[in-house]
């Protein structure tokens, strides 16, 4: 939940505490930890900090790996966050929208059948060609089932001498996120089929991925085969097929805030990585996933957005204004 968007938004906040020497202590950049030494930290990201150095307009960037400030935050503050939360959506957003911390989550679950506002199901050429342009290129697919309990999250297949490609769409209404809102964090996740419901199907999958996109289907509340090739080309985040857990969620953190459409549907899918990347499989590469249409929602599908509302929390500050540079 602490991505860059929120790192910039709270920078003032964020940059009083790691001038502290218990911020400095939390975010492990006290004594050997860095080389920030005494001098004032002027910027803060998910993974860096920027301090002045001695020329003019010379400074001095600190770059982590990983986003180590973002989980120092989470796993120091996860109690706090939690009742902040709670204040949040039980009091502020019922009473006084004033005195909202900017901890707002929604989950969000595409509907069972009979969709009235989104949908999730998967359209594929589950017929085939023994030429990989051909089923990877064509316009429309040979079956769409917007309406199942289990189904493929995405495919790429090769069995015997035909090649096979499933795709999938994920819908998620999040019209309650207002448009002067600011989105921190999105989250997807997808439950692989138990060994108690027979299993996720699994082979040939160690080099490839389920690589999340964005989808532009003709409908909100039905999926058709002309569908097949309205998913999209850029890589939202991804996981291993080979690290996928059985009857466990699966997810993905959304590299691009921006996906999540305030007032209205947000439409993603699911496409294999040997069809993202346009490189014909050698074998079978699928696993079965729960979908809208299982009894009850600890399966389904699910979007978790974080997001802070219009005018709570602290005023946004540009970045590049911290620091005098035009980056």
């Not at 495919?155 to 448009?179: K, N, Q, V």
Request: aromatic letters at 12%; charged letters at 20%; proline letters at 3%.
């Amino acid at each position: 939940m602490f991505g860059k968007d929120f790192f910039i938004s709270n920078q003032n906040k964020l940059l009083w505490f790691a001038n502290t020497r218990l911020g400095k202590r939390f975010f492990g950049i006290h004594k050997d930890g860095s080389s920030v030494g005494e001098n004032k930290i002027v910027g803060i990201l998910p993974n860096a900090i920027f301090w002045r150095g001695k020329k003019k307009r010379e400074f001095i960037a600190e770059f982590r790996t990983r986003n180590k400030y973002s989980k120092r935050l989470f796993n120091g503050l996860y109690l706090v966050l939690w009742l902040m939360h709670q204040w949040d959506i039980l009091f502020a957003n019922n009473f006084n929208r004033k005195w909202n911390l900017g901890f707002d989550t929604l989950t969000s679950y595409p509907d069972a059948d009979p969709e009235s506002t989104t949908v999730d199901g998967n359209v594929d050429d589950n017929v085939g060609s023994t030429t990989w342009a051909t089923v990877h290129d064509e316009t429309a697919g040979t079956r769409a089932q917007p309406s199942s309990t289990v189904n493929w999250c995405c495919y790429a297949d090769l069995i015997s001498t035909t090649y096979y490609i499933g795709r999938h769409f994920f819908l998620f209404d999040t019209s309650s996120i207002a448009a002067g809102d600011t989105v921190n964090s999105a989250v997807f996740s997808v439950k692989a089929r138990s060994d108690a419901d027979g299993g996720p199907s699994l082979s040939n999958v160690n080099t490839t991925s389920v690589i999340l996109v964005q989808s532009t289907p003709a409908s909100n509340t039905d999926l058709v085969v002309g569908d097949y090739d309205q998913l999209g080309a850029v890589n939202g985040g991804s996981f291993l097929l080979s690290a996928v857990v059985q009857g466990a969620y699966n997810d993905i953190t959304l590299s691009n805030n921006s996906w999540i459409t305030k007032g209205g549907i947000t439409k993603l899918g699911t496409r294999n990585s040997r069809d993202f990347d346009n490189s014909a499989p050698t074998g079978s590469n699928e696993y079965l996933i729960y979908e809208a249409d299982w009894t009850g929602t600890t399966n389904d599908p699910k979007l978790v957005v974080t997001y802070t509302l219009a005018g709570a929390g602290g005023a946004v500050v540009p970045f590049r204004s911290l620091l005098g540079v035009g980056f």
